[in-house]
């Protein structure tokens, strides 16, 4: 991977993947162009939107870098952004999602000297109303995931350990997280910062859209971490909102999830999940709440 020349190198590039995004994009656009100018470059990948997604990009067309063409999904335009980016650092945000003021000049006096090197930070739910950030360890992500919004990836990091694996619809960024936090050679730092709004939710779901994800996560798991975590990482992928609830003894949180989300028979089936799989049990076995 080429770099250009470091006297002109962007120090972020921020990367896009859209496509018939529409408005969405705007609020998106703004967030970034408010931003020190100097800092960053923008890197649009369009999978040839048919609705109105390139005329709000056009607006910006002189300070960006824009390709729309047909692809295969998010990831794979990630991977040729990657290839087609020059920053120090690079950056995945969605269509829909903000920026916070300001940000990328807070974050830059964190950037570590040592390559390559990993910065993440907070990210605000818009949907669910509650914010997501951490200080992680690489067992954690047996069931939870750093906001891909949230995350600033040195490019060298790219050429150690790859990029995103394309067999993944929807959760990519989570095993090439994990394997980042695997790297001893990746340095990994936490900054007390709200990095982004992030617009989507709905885990649950989106989980079950990627199979190929569900089915071979927990065998990594199992490889780096042993049958117990690969276990609790099974069960928090079959239903990741009432594993959470229970593993963390959040009954009411629970019980307002059921009534919400299922029928009679629906929640009775789905309180009964848990309990088969012996989540206690396994707790008690992980020794603490990590």
């Given at each position: 991977m080429a770099l250009s020349d470091t006297n002109n190198q962007k120090v972020f590039s921020i990367i896009i993947a859209t496509y018939n995004c529409g408005q969405k994009i705007e609020k998106t656009l703004g967030s970034i162009f408010s931003q020190k100018k100097d800092l960053f470059e923008l890197i649009i990948m369009d999978g040839a939107s048919t609705d109105d997604t390139l005329e709000f990009i056009k607006k910006y067309e002189n300070n960006l870098t824009l390709i729309s063409e047909k692809d295969e999904g998010v990831y794979y335009a990630f991977n040729k952004a990657i290839d087609l980016a020059s920053g120090k650092y690079l950056y995945f945000i969605g269509a829909g999602d903000c920026?916070?003021?300001?940000?990328?000049?807070?974050?830059?006096?964190?950037?570590?000297?040592?390559?390559?090197?990993?910065?993440?930070?907070?990210?605000y739910f818009v949907k669910q109303k509650t914010y997501n950030g951490k200080k992680f360890t690489a067992d954690l992500f047996i069931r939870d995931n750093i906001c891909q919004q949230g995350i600033f990836y040195h490019r060298t990091i790219f050429d150690i350990i790859g990029k995103f694996d394309v067999k993944y619809k929807s959760f990519a960024d989570w095993f090439l997280n994990l394997r980042c936090f695997l790297d001893r050679a990746i340095t990994k730092r936490y900054v007390n910062l709200l990095i982004a709004d992030y617009e989507e939710g709905g885990?649950?779901?989106?989980?079950?859209?990627?199979?190929?994800?569900?089915?071979?996560?927990?065998?990594?798991?199992?490889?780096?971490?042993?049958?117990?975590?690969?276990?609790?990482c099974k069960a928090f992928l079959k239903s990741p909102y009432i594993f959470n609830y229970i593993y963390f003894g959040e009954y009411k949180l629970l019980l307002r999830h059921l009534i919400y989300n299922y029928s009679l028979p629906g929640y009775l089936a789905a309180l009964a999940k848990p309990c088969v799989l012996g989540f206690r049990g396994l707790k008690k076995r992980l020794g603490s709440k990590k």
């Open positions: 920026l916070k003021a300001d940000i990328l000049e807070q974050v830059e006096e964190f950037l570590l000297p040592e390559t390559p090197s990993l910065i993440y930070g907070k990210c885990l649950s779901s989106e989980i079950q859209d990627d199979p190929v994800f569900v089915e071979e996560f927990p065998i990594f798991v199992r490889q780096q971490f042993g049958l117990t975590k690969s276990l609790i």
